[in-house]
């Protein structure tokens, strides 16, 4: 039999509820898309945004210690390619990630106040800046 996960919540009303799953529950499905035009081929996969579980499990594994947001599509995927020409790229959301070093001014293309203002923010991107800048300050420390 598979094991049962069982929680109590809080709902309004000062009232608790007890909230129970079968384990492990199905993801929900990928949706793929693939379209084609002038020779160019686009591929894409689109899933559900991970869950802590997932970033602990699937994602620190691939991406080593960074800190994540706390919205990631992990399981995204856009592959645009030329074949006669043989070119192909893909881009992943752990990929960028790994990349991403937001402590280094080099990685902006212009000074960033000038674009700042412009880029969307979930709700706790201030926090995981945060994060994501005390753990490039430990990455940073000398062992002797």
């Given at each position: ?34 379209h084609s035009c002038h020779g160019w081929e686009f591929d894409s996969r689109k ?85 994501s800048q005390a753990v490039e300050e430990w990455a940073e420390v000398k062992k002797?």
């Amino acid at each position: 039999a598979a094991p049962v996960m069982s929680r109590r919540i809080q709902v309004s009303g000062g009232e608790s509820i007890e909230v129970r799953a079968t384990m492990p529950l199905s993801p929900p499905p990928v949706k793929v898309s693939r379209h084609s035009c002038h020779g160019w081929e686009f591929d894409s996969r689109k899933g559900v945004m991970w869950t802590h579980g997932d970033l602990d499990s699937r994602g620190r594994a691939h991406t080593g210690e960074i800190s994540f947001p706390d919205a990631v599509f992990g399981d995204n995927r856009l592959t645009i390619r030329h074949p006669s020409r043989g070119f192909s790229i893909t881009f992943e959301p752990l990929e960028a990630l790994k990349g991403c070093k937001l402590t280094d001014p080099s990685c902006f293309c212009a000074p960033k106040r000038d674009f700042e203002p412009s880029i969307p923010k979930v709700s706790y991107a201030d926090q995981w800046l945060k994060r994501s800048q005390a753990v490039e300050e430990w990455a940073e420390v000398k062992k002797p």
